[in-house]
């Protein structure tokens, strides 16, 4: 059966977290497969911990000012084979999570997938040649994660694109899932 890590990083969510935390929830509701929620936190935030209870999540201190140093402890504590990134408060991600992993197997030919924002439609095409937004979902292989390297530690809001590109440049199967 497959494990998700679902990961929210407590600063880049800033005010939508809470939002974020529903939508997830809700999504969660439909999985058949299990998931563990993590929260890394470098803010210090005191509500964090009231937060973090009440979505049953594992929330996470952690020191460092970058992103994709703030992931890498998150993933480093994780369990689970599937590594999953949500965007923040859009509900189109929260729909596709929800038919999207309620049988999610890795053998299914793709070893990781975006969800990209909402974009208008005559910029649609435009996004395959550009590079992924920090805002939009990602999942991926832990496998392939742990393959090439994990996340740059120096990188901040470009940590979850240059992994993407990294993947691609390394034959990985990525797709760009629409709704």
Known sequence: MTLASVIFDARAAGA???RSL???E??????QGGYELLLVDDTGDRRLPDLAQRYQ???ISCGSATLGSRFNAA???SRGNVLL???LGDRRAANWLSHRLIDLELANGWDAAVLPVQRHSWLRWWWLLQRPSPLDTFWVAREWFERIGGFDPQLGSDALPDLLERLRACQARVSIETV
């Open 22 to 24: 529903v939508l997830f």
């Open 75 to 77: 993933v480093a504590a």
């Open 26 to 31: 809700q999504a969660a509701r439909h999985w």
């Open 16 to 18: 939508k977290l809470p």
């Open 57 to 59: 999540a594992i929330l």
């Open 85 to 87: 990134f949500p965007g």
